[in-house]
């Protein structure tokens, strides 16, 4: 790994801007690469094989991980993902690189030595905000399943290094950009040392 090259991971339960705002990130800093991780679920309309993710079988994804090749999976809503160390390898060398992933799979990188992890929980001002984002993207019925999970992610708030309560999008923005340029003086600086 190049010394002072980062990995941000932004997790956040559904409709709180984490994609949005993982985006924004990528096209504003061209070193910033976003982790593309293998999945079990079906596309959505609109999503690209190997850009949003890698669609694999349950099958595939059952050999990935007897070969050893993810950094780290998780079981979510009765799919599997991950984030193979192949991917992540090569970006590393020339990038920083964004995860958008869940609580588990931080916590098994939390484990990994030397990677120059920052770990970024956004949260929903309240539930019921986040209810109201949720119908808005119009996610049906998976809406309650969603809000149980969320349940379930806010517990895990802990495990990070910066919590962030996304009430206005830009300015959630600001902060994760602002962390992220700390993070990284931080580090050029302490590399010089
Ligand atoms: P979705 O199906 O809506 O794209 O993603 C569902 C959840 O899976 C999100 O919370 C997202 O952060 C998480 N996720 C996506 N990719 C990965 C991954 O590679 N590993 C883990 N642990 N979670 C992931």
């Known amino acids: 790994m190049r010394e002072n090259n ?4 932004l997790s956040s339960p559904s409709g709180v801007g984490k994609t949005t705002i993982t985006k924004k990130i990528q096209q504003k800093y061209n070193r910033f690469k976003i982790s593309v991780s293998h999945t079990t679920r079906k596309p959505r309309p609109n999503e690209v094989n190997g850009v949003d ?7 595939e994804f059952q050999d990935l991980i007897s070969d050893n090749k993810f950094y780290e999976y998780a079981k979510i809503y009765n799919h599997y993902y991950g984030t193979s160390k192949d991917s992540v390898e ?6 920083d690189i964004i995860f958008d992933i869940d609580w588990q799979g931080t916590k098994q990188l939390s484990k990994i030595k030397n990677l120059n992890l920052i770990k970024i929980f956004l949260l929903p001002p309240n539930k019921s ?3 109201s984002r ?4 119009g996610q049906g019925v998976d809406i309650d399943r969603r809000l149980k999970a969320f349940e379930i992610d806010e517990k895990h708030w802990q495990d990070y290094d910066y919590i962030l309560i996304n009430e206005n999008l830009e300015k959630c923005y600001n902060q994760v950009e602002k962390i992220i ?3 990284k003086i931080k580090l050029e600086q302490s590399n010089k040392l």
Request: charged letters at 30%.
């Open 129 to 131: 905000e986040l209810k």
């Open 6 to 9: 980062i990995m941000v991971v």
């Open 134 to 137: 949720l119908i808005k993207r």
């Open 90 to 95: 090569n970006l590393i060398k020339k990038n």
């Open 181 to 183: 340029q700390l993070n």
């Open 53 to 59: 993710y890698h669609f694999v079988s349950e099958k």
